[in-house]
């Protein structure tokens, strides 16, 4: 199976930062990978799709990248609704995985 | 608009099957895949598996010899069904819409597996 390994686990940025999370895969799997926001209590949300293109509704100061196998999210100016754990998943190859997560806090 | 949800049993025995339905509404089923995903308390997100508008079905391999994935399509739902539980299988069960992403997702339904 591709391992997604997501870093850091966790981190704590202040209001106005801009914040990189990076997702690494183990194997190539192309622009197939997409990254979703879970907050407590709800569905995961869709926030980049085949690597850097912006799902529907999501404010711009979201974005996505990839450099090889190592995939970013950028958020270039935290707010606090952005406080959240976020994951990568890849869907180039069965099964599906998802990256262990990045909880994103307030400093 | 497109709407999810998932409804199921709430409390399993272990060794028993669970069976949980995502109702759908806004898009046809013979149009678009639906995956499962679950998150077990604390733990990060699995997928399970997903049927294809075509009816076809992937399973992730780690779940495929208990897991089946279903649907009726003259009442927009698909079923997961999945045998032998055991108490790590307790989690919130999530389906989703497939496109270009998972587009859209039920809010989920916690199942608890108690001995």
């Known amino acids: 199976d591709i391992q997604l390994t997501q870093s850091p686990s966790s981190m704590s940025a202040s209001l106005g930062d801009r914040v990189s999370l990076t997702c690494q895969s183990s194997?190539?799997?192309?622009?197939?990978l997409s990254w979703y926001q879970h907050k407590p209590g709800k569905p995961p949300k869709p926030m980049i799709y085949?690597?850097?293109n912006l799902a529907d509704g999501v404010p711009s100061r979201f974005s996505g990248s990839r450099s090889g196998s190592d995939y970013s999210l950028t958020i270039s100016s935290l707010e606090s609704e952005d406080t959240a754990i976020y994951y990568c998943l890849q869907y180039d190859e069965y099964p599906y995985t998802f990256g262990a997560g990045t909880k994103l806090e307030l400093k | 608009q497109v709407q999810m949800k998932e409804t199921g049993p709430g409390l399993v025995q272990t060794t028993q099957t669970l069976s949980v339905t995502c109702t759908v509404s806004g898009f046809s089923l013979t149009s678009y895949g639906v995956h499962w995903v679950r998150q077990a308390p604390g733990k990060g997100l699995e997928w399970m598996g997903i049927i294809w508008g075509d009816g076809s079905t992937n399973y992730n391999s780690a779940l495929k010899s208990r897991l089946s994935i279903s649907r009726d399509t003259s009442k927009s739902q698909v079923f997961l069904t999945m045998n032998s539980l055991q108490t790590d299988d307790t989690a919130v069960y999530y389906c989703?819409?497939?496109?270009?992403?998972?587009?859209?997702w039920g809010q989920g339904v916690m199942v608890t597996v108690s001995s």
């Open positions: 194997q190539g799997i192309g622009n197939y």
């Open positions: 989703a819409r497939n496109w270009d992403y998972f587009d859209y």
């Open positions: 085949y690597a850097t």
